[in-house]
Antibody, heavy 116, light 107 residues
């Protein structure tokens, strides 16, 4: 059974940093397509960053230069380092995985609130 | 960049058929995936590669894709189908994932 468990969310002041983790079981993060998707309150899904099985990483324009996606094969965990956080980054952040660019497993989400 | 367009809302009476469109330029040449999201829950994949149903998804849900529109069809709609539905593709020109804006299905 595949499980993705996010952690690391919380309340942070504008300009601050947070690191989200997505601990995976039942899949190997090193060889799987994985994505961070966020959902602002009352809004739709927005992809934030995606890593392809070959290691290529893409970021949506609004987070380029501020967020870094990485993976730790030994811990089988995906990370999202978020710096210079802004109020508009407030959202539930989901990690998801797929064998291709279709995401059939999702975590429960981690709430990030950026506010002073 | 590639854009997927969905109506904000679709309403349907119980027992009827709901059709949720997802528009995109020549979307028929791409593989479309659909996700269902109920309030307070993570999205769930309900249709992959235009019309494939993952294990556990009822046969009442089906998908089609042609021309400039992909469609998620829900037959014999039940109250439990009330949710937000999102389409998603991979745009080979940009090598990026694209989500539609989502459609709220009201039963």
């Amino acid at each position: 059974e595949v499980q993705l468990v996010e952690s690391g969310g919380g309340l942070i002041q504008p300009g601050g940093s947070l690191r989200l983790s997505c601990a995976a079981s039942g899949i190997t993060v090193r060889t799987t397509y994985m994505i961070w998707v966020r959902q602002a309150p009352g809004k739709g899904l927005e992809w934030v960053s995606v890593i392809y099985s070959g290691g290529t990483i893409y970021y949506t324009d609004s987070v380029k230069g501020r967020f870094i996606m990485s993976r730790d094969s030994a811990k089988n965990t995906l990370f999202l380092q978020m710096d210079s956080l802004r109020a508009e980054d407030t959202a539930v952040y989901y990690c998801a995985s797929g064998s291709g660019l279709v995401f059939d497993y999702w975590g429960q989400g981690a709430l990030v609130t950026v506010s002073s | 960049s590639y854009v997927l367009t969905q109506p904000p809302s679709v309403s349907v009476a119980p027992g009827k058929t709901a059709r949720i469109p997802c528009g995109g330029k020549n979307i028929g040449s791409k593989s479309v995936h659909w996700y269902q999201q109920k309030p307070g829950q993570a999205p769930v994949l309900v249709i992959s590669y235009d019309s494939d149903r993952p294990s556990g998804i009822p046969e009442r849900l089906s998908g089609s894709n042609s021309g400039n529109t992909a469609t998620l069809t829900i037959s014999r709609v039940e109250a439990g189908d009330e949710a937000d539905y999102y389409c998603q593709v991979w745009d080979n020109d940009s090598d990026l994932v694209v989500f539609g804006g989502g459609t709220k299905l009201t039963v």
